[in-house]
């Protein structure tokens, strides 16, 4: 893992199109903006463990139906 300290209004560059500012910092919170193509999708690292979370969890509940009812049999 890289990792960089930047101020207010300065940005990092990843590759040709991508570029992430810092905003503002207010306390322990830092507002960044991310300039990408749309073709690129961003998402908040807590969305993605989420959904990954609940669909472990429906996979599981899916299986235990499943060996449940190949049991009836």
Not at 5 to 33: F, M, P, Y
Request: net charge negative; no cysteine; hydrophobic share 40%.
């Amino acid at each position: 893992m890289l990792v960089l300290s930047r101020k207010v209004n300065e940005s990092i560059q990843i590759a040709d199109n991508i570029e992430i500012r810092i905003l503002e910092v207010k306390g322990d919170t830092v507002r960044i903006g991310i300039e990408a193509p749309k073709s690129i999708e961003i998402l908040r690292g807590e969305l993605v463990q989420s959904t990954t979370e609940t669909n472990k969890e429906a996979l599981t509940i899916d299986m235990d139906l499943f060996t449940q009812l190949m049991n009836k049999e």
